[in-house]
């Protein structure tokens, strides 16, 4: 019996109160309530519902002005009911239908093919008074490709960004799709505009939906639970300094889950396979001292997904090994690289009129051997 209601979500007492009852009472008809309107009644309170007085007015007015007038027709309940019993039951008056908007679904391959942005406020000493770091984000790599510490959101200090990072890049018309929210900045005349003039599409999130733009939802939540996170800063002075060295580490440092612990610059400037091959001969020499420890035999160097998607249709592609892709000649250099010293200063984006820095666009040289 458990089981049969379980299967059927019936509970067990109403199982065992119809088995109990005999056929008569269960099919006995129901008697009418005895507190029911009659028919005249009935007619009567829809005959003042639908009045020329009373037809743009809710159930809960007409009630109260009838009794205001020594008339009491029936419930404001009994009024709503009759309504839905006709089909009448809805919001009289017209409002706006919530949009339909398609899901974004993006798919990049390789670096500089989309870019998303984002603005997220930082938190000052002064009660309710925030700066804004404007983050752009190269979706293949999680490379953060620009950024910006401004005291004002609008669309004039986005176009100057973007407009010194598509330079700066060079990109192409016709190669990039920028991927954002619906904020003033970003669904801005400007903003359109600039972009449609360099070549690059637009693709939006759809309204509150926070999982159409996740990489940088997740890059603003790794930098705002930062060990050294201030969680006040004094001015964009302290901001653009605190920025600079959280950017540096995040794009040369950072370790990147999502990329199979990769940094975003290697994956970036093309030092997947050297890095990759570094890491496998380590695992290889591991291996040979105690392949006792090993019990699945010689391990393998994960790598960065080969795609990177947004909303992505088809099932995720499986993991790509190292043993795939690298060749004899990558495994002789990867004995001899070492990683390159970390230059002393980052190259930044100048925005004139406005408080703001950005990484630049560093020459891709080949790898030190």
Request: with cysteine.
């Amino acid at each position: 019996m458990t089981r049969a209601c379980s299967a059927l979500a019936l509970p067990r007492a109403t199982a065992y109160r119809h088995l109990r009852a005999s056929p008569s009472r269960v099919c006995r008809p129901r008697r009418p309530n005895h507190r029911r309107l009659s028919q005249a009644e009935r007619a009567e309170v829809l005959a003042v519902l639908d009045s020329e007085r009373f037809i743009d007015q809710p159930p809960r007015e007409v009630y109260a002005t009838l009794l205001e007038e020594g008339r009491f027709l029936c419930s404001i309940r009994t009024m709503y009911r009759l309504l839905r019993e006709r089909g009448e039951l809805r919001e009289r008056r017209d409002h706006r239908e919530r949009g339909q908007y398609a899901i974004p679904r993006l798919v990049a391959t390789a670096p500089n093919q989309i870019w998303t942005w984002d603005i997220s406020k930082l938190a000052t000493f002064v009660s309710g008074v925030f700066l804004n770091l404007y983050v752009i984000l190269d979706l293949f790599s999680r490379y953060v490709v620009a950024w910006m510490v401004a005291e004002r959101e609008n669309s004039a200090l986005a176009q100057q960004l973007f407009a010194e990072a598509i330079s700066r890049y060079g990109i192409e018309p016709g190669k990039l799709i920028v991927h954002q929210d619906r904020g003033a900045p970003m669904t801005a005349h400007g903003f359109a505009e600039l972009l449609s003039a360099l070549g690059v599409d637009r693709s939006y999130s759809r309204p509150r939906v926070s999982n159409d733009n996740p990489h940088q939802e997740s890059l603003f939540h790794t930098a705002k639970y930062q060990p050294d996170y201030p969680g006040r800063f004094r001015d964009t002075r302290h901001g653009r300094h605190w920025c600079h060295d959280f950017f540096g580490w995040y794009n040369d440092d950072h370790h990147h889950e999502g990329l199979s612990l990769f940094t975003p610059a290697d994956v970036f400037f093309g030092r997947v396979a050297l890095v990759a091959a570094r890491r496998q001969e380590a695992l290889r020499q591991a291996f040979e001292a105690h392949p006792e420890r090993f019990v699945r035999g010689l391990p393998r160097v994960r790598l960065p997904p080969t795609s990177v998607a947004i909303n992505r249709l088809e099932p995720d592609p499986q993991p790509v090994t190292a043993d795939r892709i690298l060749s004899a000649r990558d495994a002789e250099l990867a004995s001899l690289w070492t990683p390159a010293p970390r230059p002393s200063t980052t190259p930044v984006i100048h925005i004139p009129g406005a408080h703001t820095v950005g990484p630049g666009v560093a020459p891709h040289h080949p790898l030190s051997t």
